[in-house]
């Protein structure tokens, strides 16, 4: 007989690698959500893919069935935990505001997507879902990551905040003395499930002991 497919997720979390620098947040984040039992729907732009064979072993289809296949297998998830959706596939739920969840990362973000979510665009998927998560004040957090910030990136951050989105840099601290470059994306991971409510054991909250 074959095994029931599990369907008691938690609730989905939209979340979206763009080409940023640090990947490996966007990945590790998809494998915490995993581990918290959550559905995750996700999106990786054409940059992030490249910015993904560059700065880790991990190697991912572009494909999104084969993509899907890939993180399931990575993140040891369960069939149907994770869906992957591609560039223009506007028939996605995370189009629309019926569809879409009631939260969505960009991690990492660019700045092309952060300036493009700051100016409504949505000419690819990533930036309309984002779009929909603003429009229908949804909880929208951008981890962006560039050095040093030019006026355009400071003015689209400030624009999002005041729309309700969350700036959380990919700025990771050192007060928790690291380690490892796991530490290191621990650190940034563990706020931004602290930001959507996940519980996690990445890292102690300021004031607990470890
Ligand atoms: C290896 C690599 C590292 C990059 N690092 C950054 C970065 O840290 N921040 C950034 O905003 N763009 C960075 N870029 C440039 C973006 O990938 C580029 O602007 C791209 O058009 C973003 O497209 P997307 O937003 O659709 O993913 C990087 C590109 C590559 C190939």
Redesign the pocket.
């Given at each position: 007989m074959m095994a029931a497919r599990k369907t008691d997720f938690e609730p989905p979390v939209t979340v979206a690698l763009?080409?940023?620098?640090?990947a490996q947040y966007g990945l590790r984040l998809i494998d915490r959500l995993v581990a918290a039992n959550h559905e995750v729907w996700v999106m990786i732009?054409?940059?992030?893919h490249?910015?993904i064979d560059?700065?880790t072993e991990t190697r991912l289809p572009a494909q999104p069935r084969r993509l899907t296949e890939a993180l399931i297998e990575r993140c040891g998830a369960h069939a149907g935990q994770v869906r992957c959706f591609a560039r223009e596939d506007w028939m996605a739920p995370v189009a629309s505001g019926s569809g879409a969840p009631s939260s969505m990362v960009i991690c990492?973000?660019?700045?092309?997507?952060?300036s493009?979510v700051a100016t409504g665009a949505s000419n690819?998927l990533?930036e309309r879902a984002a779009d929909v998560a603003l429009k229908e004040r949804r909880q929208l957090i951008l981890v962006?990551?560039?050095a040093p910030l030019s006026a355009i990136h400071l003015e689209h951050m400030l624009a999002l905040t005041r729309m309700g989105a969350v700036i959380l840099p990919a700025a990771p601290g050192f007060y928790h003395k690291p380690q490892s470059i796991d530490d290191m994306i621990d650190f940034i991971v563990a706020r931004i499930l602290n930001q959507l409510g996940v519980k996690h054991a990445l890292l102690p909250r300021w004031g607990e002991s470890e």
């Open positions: 763009t080409g940023a620098s640090g732009s054409k940059a992030a490249l910015v560059t700065e990492p973000c660019s700045t092309g997507t952060l493009a690819n990533i962006p990551r560039e």
